[in-house]
């Protein structure tokens, strides 16, 4: 009698050729996920570049000086200050709303900025000469009335304001001069 055993050994060589696929694609898959660790090791001698895939809370990325609402408060009793710093900002392209006064006098002058808004911040303050450790996060305690919308408040203080800056005047008219006295009216001091 003769026996057939021809379908073992296909089932044998079929059940090897699966076992190969399935050994490759695991190799590749461990491969993708592994290989590129290998990579970036087997350039020792080269200069490396880490890359954070976490975002963080406090900065953003370069935003047009346009987009970002300031505003500029005085915090001194020097008038015109707060025009003067917004209109150095405003030549500088950012979006300066009206200056205001401050609620509180400030010798040393403060950038403060809402969530999301501290390179803004930042680089106001390069732009003023101000130290970075004067930028601070925009929280309710800051000496300004309404900040509401505002995504950096700079309120200037004394050592800003002592710089010997020109102050911004107010146009004189031509109209011929009285002889009567002039009122007395408190001027702004923003």
Known sequence: MHSY???SSWGRRFG???LLVVALAVAGYIG???GPH???N???GSATTTTSTHPSSTTTTAVPHA???VLVANGTQEANTAAHFSQILQQQGWNVQTPTNSTAPATTTSVYYAA???QSATQIASELGVPATAVQPLTSSVPVANTT???VVVVIGSDLAGTGFPATTVPTSTAPTSTAPAPTTTRPKA
């Open 32 to 34: 993708s996920v592994v």
């Open 42 to 44: 087997a350039s020792a």
């Open 67 to 69: 987009s970002v609402k």
């Open 38 to 40: 290998f990579k970036s």
């Open 5 to 7: 055993q021809g379908g």
């Open 16 to 18: 090897i050729a699966v």
């Open 149 to 151: 919308g505002m995504e």
């Open 116 to 118: 999301f808004w501290q």
